[in-house]
């Protein structure tokens, strides 16, 4: 076993809702903590999976996922070619993290930020530095990020918008801080959430791609597609990159099915302009009510709100008891909330005032 291995913790992933559901004697359970889609999928999902030639359950599926490769890369403009697909991003970051990282290494990343990309860091022995967010608004210091930058950095991980603080960097700044960063750096743009980042013109980092060679840009099937379950995640990377992706890619990672999913999802856009629609107004809801009662939080532009309450994990338990499951654990005295749907969005916030005044 490598050293490092014995020293890491291992991220924990959701309780299933069931057992969670037996242990506290509960009937209902809406679970909030994990930032999917509260709409579901959209129903050509289930068509296309339906329609699909079952039968070929023994023969390998496309290796190179080519019509996902092809629909995915004509909307969003950009060569197919330079599209790597993993099984969700968990395996994307995974791959990053194998093939440019070596001992001693150095990888920097905010505070709080998704804990996978520490996590692979510490697998191959690289050296996480965190740095802190800023504490009034949530958002990255990339003056702190320069300065923390030496011979050994290898990779910049951006997550826009951040989880779990919802916050989202203007383009004009990440573009502004990638020029100032070395050109053996990798930075990496996660942009998981970034269909729900509403109030910007230029929303998304892929630009940057053609212009910086050592900057790649994730995005995944899991959020606002609500294809959580067929785990399916792309990167677009530099012509410079590519080569070494494909090579470490397990062949054959994506399954015909998550394949089929995966292109009907891209093709139903009333849906997913439906669930950005719905999340906004919800998220506006929730932040007018964080505002009027003085919680702490951060403005997002994500599924989710990130607030601070005093003894969280207390609240947490009584959200629990009544039927919702919040994510903790991530800052202390702070709660991540899935935006759901507009009932139970209100009943959290009837629960939390009523724990509040108590």
């Known amino acids: 076993m490598k050293k490092q291995i014995q020293a890491i913790q291992s991220y924990i992933p959701e309780e299933p809702l069931s057992e969670v559901k037996k242990r506290y004697g509960i009937k209902k359970l809406v679970r909030l903590s994990a930032n999917e889609n509260p709409y ?31 629909e995915v890369a004509n909307k969003l403009k950009v060569d197919a070619k330079k599209l790597v697909f993993g099984v969700g991003l968990d395996e994307i970051i995974a791959m990053f993290s194998r093939i440019f990282l070596e001992s001693g290494d150095e990888v ?17 022995d690289a050296k996480v530095i965190k740095i802190d967010c800023n504490e009034q608004n949530g958002k990255y210091d990339f003056d702190s990020f320069l300065k923390n930058i030496t011979s050994r950095t290898k990779i910049i991980w951006i997550c826009n918008p951040n989880n779990p603080t919802g916050t989202y960097e203007k383009i004009s700044d990440i573009r502004h801080f990638v020029e100032n960063v070395p050109s053996s750096v990798l930075v990496l743009i996660d942009e998981a959430y970034i269909d729900y980042a509403t109030d910007t013109d230029e929303t998304s980092a ?24 067929y785990r399916i995640g792309y990167a677009v990377v530099s012509e410079k990159i590519i080569n070494y992706m494909e090579a470490a890619r397990l062949p054959y990672n994506l399954s015909s099915i998550a394949q089929v999913a995966a292109l009907a999802g891209l093709r ?53 008891a009544n039927g919702y499951q919040v994510r903790r654990g991530l800052r202390p005295d702070w709660l991540r909330v899935t935006i759901g749907e507009a009932e139970d969005n209100l009943n959290i916030q009837k629960i939390m005032l009523l724990e509040k005044n108590k």
Do not use: C, M
Not at 46 to 55: D, H, Q, R, V, Y
Not at 110 to 122: G, I, M, Q
């Open 40 to 70: 579901g999928t959209s129903k050509r999902v289930k068509e296309a999976i339906l329609k699909w030639n079952f039968g070929e359950e023994n023969r390998y599926p496309d290796g190179y996922a080519l019509k996902l490769r092809t």
């Open 206 to 229: 892929l630009k940057l791609v053609e212009k910086f060679e050592n900057v790649a840009v994730l995005r995944t099937f899991s959020k606002v597609y609500g294809l959580a379950n």
């Open 268 to 320: 139903d856009q009333q849906f997913i302009d439906d669930s950005i629609a719905k999340n906004k107004k919800e998220r506006d809801k929730w932040e007018s009510f964080l505002a009027n009662n003085e919680f702490e939080f951060y403005r997002s532009q994500a599924n989710f709100v990130f607030f601070r309450y005093p003894n969280a994990t207390s609240l947490a338990e009584k959200l629990l």
């Open 108 to 124: 920097l990343v905010t505070n709080p930020t998704f804990s996978e990309y520490a996590l692979h860091a510490e697998i191959e």
